[in-house]
Structure formats: C-alpha cells, structure tokens
C-alpha cells in the first residue's frame, strides 16, 4: 500500500516536473507573463499537495509510531516542520 | 503552567485586537492605502503566531494523549485542521 | 463611492475584530484548541480579504494616477508591498 | 537586459527543476518524510520567487505601458493574477 502511494506521489511529482520544463519553454518563447504565472500557480498547488500527503504519511506513520514508544523527539520535529512549511 | 501560556496568548490577542482597532481608525482617517495594508500585515503575523502556539500546545498535549490511549480520531482530525488551517 | 466602501471595509473589520474577542473568550473558557484554530483561521481569512479590497483599491486609484503622472516611485513601493504582503 | 533576466530566471528554473527530481529520486530510495518536505520547501521557496520576479517585471513593463495607454483592462487582469497568486 505504501508502495501504491509512492508511485501517486511520483505520477504526481513528474507532472509538476513537467510543469517546470513548461515554464522554462513559455520564458524562452516570451510568451504573456500572466500566462507564465498562472502555471507557476499549477506548480505550486501541485508541490503543496504532494507536501501535505507526505506530512500526512508522515504524522499516521512515523509520528503516531514515535509518540507510542514514548519518543518526544518526533513531537518536536513535528512541530519544527510544521513551522518551517507553513506561513 | 497552561495558566501562563494562556495569560500570554491573550496579551498577544489583545495586542491584534488594538492593531485591528488601529486599522479601523486608520480608514476612517483616510489614512495611506500602504500604511494600512502594513497595519494589516502586522495583524495577521500576530494571528498566525497565536494560531502556531495553539497548534503546538494541542499537539503536545490533546494529540500526543489521544495518540497513547490509541484514539486514531485524533489523527484525523490533526490532519484535517493541518489542511484547512496552512494554504 | 469611497464612503460605501470605507463603510464595507468597516463592516468587515467590526466582524473581525469580534471574531478576535471570541477567540480571547473560547481561551479563557478553556475551549477545544481545534475550535479556537477554526475561529482563528476565519479572522485571518478576514483580514486577507480586506487587504485585498485595500490593494485593488490602491492599485485602482493611486497607482494608476501616479503611473500616468510619471511618478516611477508608486510602482517601487507597489512592488514592496507585493512582496512584504504575500508569502 | 531582459535577455539576461530571462537567463537569470532559467538558471534558478532549472535549479527548481532538479530539486524536484531530487524529491522523486529521495522518495524512491525511502528517504525520511521530513528530510523530503525540506526538500519541497525549497522547490517551493525557489518557484515562489520566480513568480514574484516574473510579476515585477510584469508590472514595470506591461501594466506600466498598458495604463499609460489607457488600458483599463490591464489593471484588472493584475488585479486577478494577484487574487489568484496570493493565498
């Protein structure tokens, strides 16, 4: 099942990749910076959703296993990632 | 010792609510569009702040808890606040 | 016109300026942290819409005269506030 | 001068690009979860200011030219991309 969700997140992951290559076509072709912007935005989208899924496996994962086995460290990570990802 | 850090939030919503107070006032005085956009700014970097502590305090606390006495709910509901709460 | 609007912008900044003693009052009443988050996300939520009714305003009036008038500095400082505002 | 500034932002584009390539190979070798949403804040941080680079000289040229002109509806195009770019 983990393997199924990793090969979503790399689906997932080459499309932004591709979105990427597109942005630097549309510069390289001048094309409307409006129009260049707005797929920046799809990337963008795409990059936050594919972080929130690998925070979300993180948190059923690692997170939950971590808290019962009495590990404080990953609570701190936790909240030091949430920190650093979100503004 | 929750006490204090209760104390402390609300001198920093007290704080936001006079920024917002000062937003109001800025607008019934005509005042430049930038400076209040700054004001505004100012406001919602105090509310994000509060929002983060609230974050972490229920994390350390209600979910690390839930997550020992194997109420998975919990979890849940952390992801969901997560996604709804950080765009 | 402007006094409408500086009427709605008011209207919304009485609304979140409420919203912020509500979360003050659920802290006090030691309220469920994933509540007061929802109270918190909806004043941020506030306040960003009305900094965007303030920007468009902005940009509709002053930085649309200054341009005309040859005045280079307003599109400097529009560019500041693009950048200190949006994260 | 605008050859060169594309060159600048083809250059950090394909920084982009190979960070997100580093993101598919860090989740096929089983990377930690937090060490790859590091890796995507980056990704993130670079497309963000490509975006910010790509709207800022948007507005010096086009939206500065377009008004200048007469253009309303370059105003309004801004104002959309801004509501749609800013979250």
């Known amino acids: 099942m983990s393997e199924i969700t990793n090969n979503k997140l790399l689906q997932r992951l080459n ?5 990427v290559g597109g942005i ?8 409307y910076c409006v ?3 707005h797929q920046i935005n799809a990337a963008q989208a795409g990059l ?7 925070l979300d496996r993180h948190i059923r994962g ?3 296993r971590g ?3 009495g590990d404080d460290s ?5 909240l030091e990632v949430i920190e650093r ?3």
Do not use: A, P
């Not at 499309?15 to 979105?19: A, D």
């Not at 936050?48 to 690998?54: A, G, N, P, R, S």
């Not at 990953?74 to 936790?78: A, F, G, K, T």
């Open 74 to 78: 990953i609570v701190e990570e936790l």
């Open 48 to 54: 936050e959703k594919v972080k929130k899924l690998i």
């Open 15 to 19: 499309r932004i990749e591709g979105q």
């Open 35 to 37: 129009d260049i912007i």
């Open 67 to 69: 808290i019962k086995n």
């Open 62 to 64: 690692c997170v939950t």
């Open 85 to 87: 990802s979100f503004k």
């Open 24 to 31: 630097k076509k549309m510069l390289e072709n001048d094309r």
